[in-house]
């Protein structure tokens, strides 16, 4: 069983940074995949940000240019930064793994942003 830890959200102005991050009770190096999803309320879950076993990264449309996804795998650590923080950034923003053929979930951490 793989745990998922995420933290760093927290309330922040229209403009401003913050940076998540997701800690996994395993070893990351040999996931095929991590990613970021979000989920706003009455919203369906979408995903923000994927990084690949090979260091690749792809973004959702609405959030290039603006965060950014990254590793540490001597810390077993996927993080998100995320800059020029909009209102409809808000929500719940998961950490995702795919390990050993499954895929498992953090328990989310929250992001609001003020106008």
């Known amino acids: 069983q793989v745990q998922l830890a995420e933290s760093g959200g927290g309330l922040v102005q229209a403009g401003g940074s913050l940076r998540l991050s997701c800690a996994a009770s395993t070893s990351i190096s040999s996931a095929l995949a991590m990613a970021w999803y979000r989920q706003a309320p009455e919203k369906q879950r979408e995903l923000v940000a994927t990084?690949?076993?090979?260091?690749?990264?792809n973004y959702a449309d609405s959030v290039k240019g603006r965060f950014t996804i990254s590793r540490d795998t001597a810390k077993n650590t996927v993080y998100l930064q995320m800059n020029s923080l909009k209102v409809e950034d808000q929500a719940v923003y998961y950490c995702?793994?795919?390990?050993?053929?499954?895929?498992?979930w953090g328990q989310g951490t929250q992001v609001t942003v003020s106008s």
């Open positions: 995702n793994i795919h390990l050993w053929g499954r895929d498992y």
């Open positions: 990084i690949l076993r090979s260091g690749s990264t």
